[in-house]
């Protein structure tokens, strides 16, 4: 059993929301405003996802880095993971935006794609 | 002297000058020349390399290479030119076209002649310097976008210990960067009782990782010989007063600071373009026109933006203008209004209106002075009000903006009030 706390960010309210539950399961609910609310702080309780971005380096390019990011949000509990996987590789120029760098990262389904470009 | 003739130049191919310069394009101005100091156009974006991007304008999330990497494709499309490594010295207002003098390490010294000139330079960081914090000078005390650009762009590691001062959208983007990276993050600090960026980077850059926001504290003083060793922290009054007993002192080994931005406009006075007190930026008309008819300006140098997304809508604004007036196409206009800050706002911008052109929707953007809840923001020329609506929190962090008609404008006075809703209202 667990309580948490959690700040809506879908509007600029930001509604404090207390949850109590316990893994996927949901007990009570407080301080929410509306239906949006409800559904994001679910998802926050249950299973958070982020969107993680960072930079990779490239060799042989005019420029050391290229910045990356996943094409989806992945659990948010993977994003140190996700650093020491981004931390091994080394893109090789041309890279440009939208070139996977490492596909379904982290067994996540989201593959690991360049922002930026270098060449 | 290296010699280039064109309709609208614009001075920064940040997203300001990327979008002005692809609106000034569509609009028919045949040679639209951006000028870059940088070697490569998208400005601070290059950089920003957090999503977070575009919700507004593309209704999609993008990170800062994206969301540039859009409006640098089209603006090449259109046949927009750029010349990079070059960095404008005087900007020289005539009759007829502006000279701006520059200086390229090809060229050498260029003189570019434009019919109009959109200034798009962005802004700077408030430094050490601008705050006046005490104590030794050692390495380690960065600004966050400094540091920023440092890591993101040239693989240079800040420092493994610390403290941000403000709590700044990039002081708050740069303590997740740094954790990710491995640093620890000590604390965010900030002046203020209230958080000074958007509630969406506390919840996921500073919530997420558990790091501390110490509110209405600032930092003291900074020690350290070589290399910063420590700053000290202290909580402060109403007045933004230190409390001397308060104070604790804080390990790091570096300081970062996120203490606020200020449009940069050098260049602008080297013109006497006239400089509004608030907004440190160009006092401008609905045209996105300063004081001087032959040259606009957009973006971060006119007003301190939290969104790129609106930045890119003005700068399309100040492109099509921009194009209007080298193509003699902007009529002058036969009347004005003033637009003025009422109670609880800070600026309003744009500053005055020009009467006389076709009708149109003109949106006011504006600040609030300080954080309110469940009021009622409006818009009104001799007490007659023009338009209004209903916001359940405002906050100095987060632009707003109103959109009135033109037809409804007489010449005079036009102030934007916030004002705390009644109970029953």
Known sequence: MAEKQITCIICPQGCDILVDGDGNNIRSMAGQDCKRGETYARDEFIHPLRVLTSTVKVIGADVPLVAVRTSKPIPKDLLFRGMDEIQKVQAKVPVKRGDVIIPDFLNTGADLVATGEAC | ?425
């Not at chain 2, 090449?76 to 502006?98: C, F, H, K, R």
């Not at chain 2, 000078?137 to 762009?153: D, K």
């Not at chain 2, 209405?216 to 001397?244: C, F, L, M, Q, Y």
């Open chain 2, 1 to 425: 002297m290296h010699e280039i003739k064109c309709d609208v130049a614009i001075i920064g191919g940040g997203p300001a000058g990327l979008a002005a310069a692809a609106a000034a394009k569509k609009h028919g101005a045949e040679k639209v020349l951006i000028i870059e100091r940088d070697s490569a156009l998208g400005g601070i974006l290059q950089q920003c390399i957090h999503p977070g991007f575009g919700l507004i304008y593309y209704n999609e999330e993008l990170t800062g290479p994206e969301y540039a990497g859009r409006f640098i494709s089209e603006a090449e499309s259109l046949g927009v030119e750029s010349i990079l490594n070059t960095m404008v010295l005087e900007l020289l207002p005539g009759a007829d076209e502006t000279r701006i003098i520059c200086t390229n390490s090809d060229f050498g010294i260029t003189e570019i002649k434009a019919r109009s000139v959109i200034l798009a330079m962005g802004c700077r960081e408030r430094t050490r310097g601008n705050i006046q914090l005490p104590g030794t000078r050692p390495a380690g005390v960065y600004t966050a976008g400094a540091a920023q650009r440092l890591i993101n762009r040239q693989n240079a590691m800040v420092g493994r210990e610390v403290v941000i001062l403000g709590s700044g959208d990039i002081g708050m983007i740069m303590a997740r960067r740094l954790t990710l990276e491995g640093s620890k993050v000590v604390a965010v600090v900030e002046i203020m009782n209230f958080l000074s960026g958007l509630t969406r980077n506390r919840v996921q850059c500073l919530d997420d990782f558990g790091i501390p926001l110490m509110l209405s504290h600032t930092v003291t003083w900074i020690t350290g010989n070589r290399r910063v060793e420590g700053v000290k922290i202290a909580k402060v009054d109403e007045n933004k007063k230190p409390i001397p007993e308060t104070e604790q002192f804080f390990k790091c080994d570096t300081l970062l600071l996120s203490v606020g931005l200020i449009p940069e406009n050098e260049l602008s006075c080297t013109a006497s373009v006239e400089i509004g007190p608030v907004t440190s930026g160009p006092v401008v008309n609905q045209y996105m026109q300063t004081s001087i008819p032959s040259i606009f300006a957009c973006g971060n140098v006119v007003h301190v933006n939290d969104l790129v997304d609106n930045v890119s809508v003005e700068s399309e604004i100040a492109g099509k203008e921009a194009a209007a007036y080298a193509a003699g196409a902007l009529p002058p206009a036969t009347g004005s209004v003033s637009c003025l800050a009422g109670s609880n706002v800070r600026y309003v911008c744009p500053q005055r209106i020009d009467l006389g052109n076709e009708e149109k929707d003109i949106t006011l953007y504006f600040r609030v002075s300080a954080p309110e809840t469940k009021v009622r923001i409006f818009a009104s020329q001799d007490n007659k009000e023009l338009c209004s609506k209903k916001a359940i929190k405002v906050n100095p962090g987060e632009m707003e903006h109103l959109t009135i008609k033109s037809k409804d404008l007489q010449p005079g006075k036009l102030i934007v009030n916030i004002s705390k809703e009644e109970k029953n209202g």
